[in-house]
């Protein structure tokens, strides 16, 4: 689903808005991170569980992050959460890359050829995986506390991070969370009147 699609603008918006200004305060948070979980799995559902499993990575890291005791521990778990992130993105942004380029090598040298199925890149890994990152390294430099599973999983899920223009830094979106615990009613409508 594209932003400027019929099915966006005259069937999912209005109704994941209205859904939402009728929803109670505790539900907005679920209702929005269900509407993004379904608008990524519209696009590219098969990677869907990688972008949960990321989100869900990254929440571990920062709670480890934050409960550690000592500043070795903290930067272990923040070396181990960046490391994990950039081999997913690494994995899925150059395999192909290294594998073609190892084959050329191979081929030089009467090698056999790596045999690799070409890899789809997931949309929106390179936003979804730095947004996790400066939540990992804003816990580690105690700029923010770590935050609920939810508030997390929206964080890089919303609407395949449709406040990517109004959200970039990390430490604001983490903010808003831990002052309200859910996307004011005006933000909602700002970031998708910044799309038009």
């Known amino acids: ?5 019929i099915t966006f ?19 907005r948070n679920i ?5 993004s979980l379904f608008f990524y799995a519209w696009g590219e559902g098969v990677y869907l569980m990688l972008m949960l499993v990321s989100v869900a990575v ?7 992050i934050g409960a550690a005791g000592s500043r070795f521990q903290r930067k272990f778990w923040l070396i181990l959460g960046v490391t994990l992130n950039l081999l997913l993105l690494g994995y899925f942004k150059y395999a192909n890359f290294v594998t073609d380029n190892l084959n050329v090598l191979f081929a030089m040298v009467n090698m ?25 390294i804003d816990v580690f430099r105690k700029e923010v506390r770590t935050i609920l599973f939810i508030s997390l999983c929206i964080f890089p899920c919303f609407l395949n ?13 983490i903010r808003l969370y831990r002052e309200k615990q859910e996307l004011q009613t005006w933000q909602v409508v700002l ?4 799309l038009v």
């Open 1 to 5: 689903m594209v932003f400027s699609s």
């Open 31 to 35: 209702l929005l991170l269900v509407a």
């Open 58 to 64: 990254n929440y571990l890291a920062g709670r480890l």
């Open 112 to 136: 056999r050829p790596v045999d690799l199925a070409p890899i789809r890149l997931p949309i929106g890994i390179s936003f979804f995986t730095f947004q996790a990152l400066s939540y990992i």
């Open 9 to 27: 603008l005259f069937f999912f918006l209005p109704s994941v808005l209205v859904l939402y200004l009728v929803a109670g305060v505790r539900a």
């Open 191 to 194: 970031s998708v009147l910044s």
């Open 161 to 173: 991070s449709l406040l990517a223009r109004l959200f970039a830094i990390g430490i604001l979106m």
